[in-house]
Structures are given as structure tokens and as C-alpha cells.
């Protein structure tokens, strides 16, 4: 869906920096992971319950699940939560569009 973009395709603007602690770094110190795989990951909503219960889903069956329609879904990189969005087309197919990132203490943010 994404084409590969190289290096040189990011605007400046876009360079990441990682904390004072480490010095500053920019996106062309990092080249090295790159081409590192990740499990990207777009929960839509969870929803609970029993054995019982999901044994008796069928084709057409309605999962109910606990977010509302607007309210912005959770997006994992690893299983680590990183992000939210909103769900967008692309074409035929479904997208996300990243309105928040996510920055906890351990990530250095």
C-alpha cells in the first residue's frame, strides 16, 4: 500500500531526536534499524465474554464492542499502544490516520 520512502524523501522537519542524555541524534543515526520489522496494529474496540457466548456467534452475528463511532481507536507498534486515530478509505481499502501520538515515561518522552 505505502511505497518505501528513502531517507532523503523526509522533509527536515520530520527528523526525530532522541533526549539530551543520548546527544542529539537525528533520523540518519538511526538508519541502521530501518529495515527492522514491526507488527503495526489498529484495535478497533475490545468487547468481553464468555465461552458460552462465543460459541454461539454464527455468520451475521453482531459483536458489540466497547468504543462509540467517532471516539478514536488504539494503534500498537509491538503491542506497545503508540498512538490513536480514526479510521479513513484509501481506495478500496481501510486506513488509519494517526491524530495523537502516545508518549510514555519509559520511551523517554
Given at each position: 500500500m505505502a511505497?518505501?520512502?528513502?531517507?532523503?524523501?523526509?522533509?527536515s522537519s520530520?527528523?526525530?531526536t532522541l533526549g539530551d542524555d543520548v546527544g542529539?541524534?537525528?533520523?540518519?543515526?538511526?538508519?541502521?534499524?530501518?529495515d527492522v520489522p514491526v507488527n503495526i496494529s489498529a484495535v478497533l474496540g475490545k468487547a468481553h465474554m464468555t465461552v458460552?457466548?462465543?460459541?454461539?456467534?454464527?455468520?451475521?452475528s453482531v459483536l458489540?464492542?466497547?468504543?462509540?463511532?467517532?471516539?478514536?481507536?488504539?494503534?500498537?507498534?509491538?503491542?506497545?499502544?503508540?498512538?490513536?486515530?480514526e479510521v479513513?478509505?484509501?481506495?478500496d481499502r481501510l486506513g488509519v490516520t494517526m491524530t495523537e501520538i502516545i508518549k510514555?515515561?519509559?520511551?523517554?518522552g
Open positions: 511505497d518505501d520512502l528513502s531517507l532523503e524523501e523526509f522533509p520530520t527528523a526525530m542529539d541524534k537525528s533520523a540518519t543515526d538511526l538508519a541502521p534499524v530501518f458460552a457466548q462465543l460459541l454461539k456467534l454464527n455468520r451475521g458489540e464492542l466497547d468504543r462509540k463511532v467517532g471516539e478514536a481507536i488504539d494503534i500498537f507498534v509491538n503491542n506497545r499502544l503508540v498512538a490513536r486515530g479513513v478509505v484509501v481506495e510514555t515515561e519509559d520511551q523517554g
